[in-house]
């Protein structure tokens, strides 16, 4: 299996067809919505964290900002054939240092019932009550940031 790539990419880089692709294919199409649902009005504001191999984004997550030091991680989607290897796990954990390093202090998300477990391995908490969002069940989770100091390294 080929070395996976992490890269942070803009709306005009050539992967970002590929990330929205992926998007529909793992978080959309499944609920029925139409490959142009998949964008959020928010897209060019938020950072978009794909991972590649060979040259192909196999997984993606988007963070989008809601103040200085806190924001909202969303549109995680891994390939289906990837789910399990870790490389989810690595995908926040990058996205985190990132964060990180940027100042921010919080994350932030809407869980899917089904990945609330993975996300609780993370180091996320579950904040309220669950709810319903696109039609399945969620859960508000948050997870406390450490970032660096000016100068630190």
């Not at 609920?31 to 991972?51: K, N, T």
């Not at 900002?65 to 390939?79: N, S, V």
């Not at 240092?97 to 019932?113: M, Q, Y």
Request: net charge negative; glycine share 10%; proline share 8%.
């Amino acid at each position: 299996m080929s070395e996976a790539t992490f890269r942070f990419i803009g709306l005009d880089a050539p992967e970002y067809a590929q990330e929205l692709d992926l998007r529909w294919r793992v978080l959309r199409k499944p609920l029925g919505f139409p490959p142009d649902a998949v964008a959020f009005p928010f897209e060019a504001e938020s950072l978009h964290l794909v991972v590649l191999t060979a040259g192909r984004v196999v997984g993606c997550v988007l963070f989008h900002p809601e103040g200085t030091e806190t924001g909202r991680l969303f549109q995680m989607a891994i390939e289906p054939d990837r789910q399990g290897t870790g490389l989810g796990t690595r995908l926040v954990r990058v996205l985190e240092g990132e964060l990180e390093r940027r100042g921010f202090r919080e994350v932030t998300l809407h869980a899917r019932d089904t990945a609330v477990g993975f996300y609780a391995r993370l180091g996320y908490a579950p904040v309220g009550a669950p709810y319903s969002e696109v039609g399945i069940p969620h859960q508000n989770m948050r997870r406390a940031l450490d970032p660096r100091s000016p100068g630190e390294s």
